[in-house]
């Protein structure tokens, strides 16, 4: 089975810290992703890499960068944290760019 | 522009009944895929059911099936013989071949009765 893990299922942050979110997926992905999920915006796409060190901006880049120094890792990094990005995160990878995403359990951060 | 536009935003299923959860999208590429995700109350987004812009005959996974139709631009979902464990959020979500962004829909919550 794929896994994909997310290092926290909660995260309680105060405004102007560096965040950190990791995400690692088991499969050999080539793919990774990073939503943000809010209600009734459905998932945002903020950033996402199809290979190591590679990395592409999504639809909400601003206040986040991402890392990918490892094919089974990618981190999302919050430079500092404001409150409007208290919000449930969504990490996925997928084996191909027209393949069904495998997604993480979330990160429910909440900045304070 | 890339969209997905799902209009239910709550629906309610008797136990055992079959639930249609409605999905429109809107692109220009001529080829694309479709896919359905549910989201349990715990978070953790589960596939469920894909469709290629240019397969001949609707998907079907057990109790899952996607009513494509191309010309209208839908891609609906048909859940059959709903059970308590059915009640989740579900979204739409389409991936053009240009690009390598999914674009997700609002999401539909669904609450099986008993």
């Known amino acids: 089975d794929v896994k994909v893990t997310q290092s926290s299922r909660y995260l309680v942050k105060r405004t102007g810290e560096k965040v950190f979110l990791e995400c690692v997926q088991d499969?050999?992905?080539?793919?990774m992703f990073w939503y943000r999920q809010d209600p009734g915006l459905g998932l945002r796409l903020i950033y996402f890499s199809y290979d190591v060190k590679m990395k592409e901006k999504g639809d909400i880049p601003e206040g986040y960068s991402v890392s990918r120094e490892k094919k089974e890792r990618f981190s999302l990094i919050l430079e500092s944290a404001s409150t409007n990005q208290t919000s449930m995160y969504l990490c996925?990878?997928?084996?191909?760019?027209?393949?069904?995403?495998?997604f993480g359990p979330g990160t429910r951060l909440t900045v304070l | 522009a890339q969209k997905i536009t799902q209009t239910q935003p709550g629906m309610f299923v008797q136990e055992k009944e079959a639930v249609t959860l409605d999905c429109t999208y809107d692109?220009?590429?001529?080829?694309?895929?479709l896919f359905w995700y549910k989201q349990p109350s715990s978070g953790e987004m589960i596939f469920l059911i894909y469709q290629g812009s240019y397969d001949q005959q609707n998907a079907t996974e057990g109790r899952y099936s996607l009513n494509f139709q191309k010309a209208r631009k839908s891609a609906n979902l048909v859940i059959s013989a709903s059970q308590l464990g059915d009640s989740a959020m579900y979204f739409c979500a389409m991936r053009p071949n240009t690009g390598n962004q999914f674009y997700f829909g609002t999401g539909t919550s669904l609450t099986v009765i008993p």
């Open positions: 692109t220009s590429d001529p080829s694309y895929g």
């Open positions: 499969m050999d992905h080539e793919n």
């Open positions: 996925a990878s997928s084996w191909g760019p027209y393949n069904e995403q495998f």
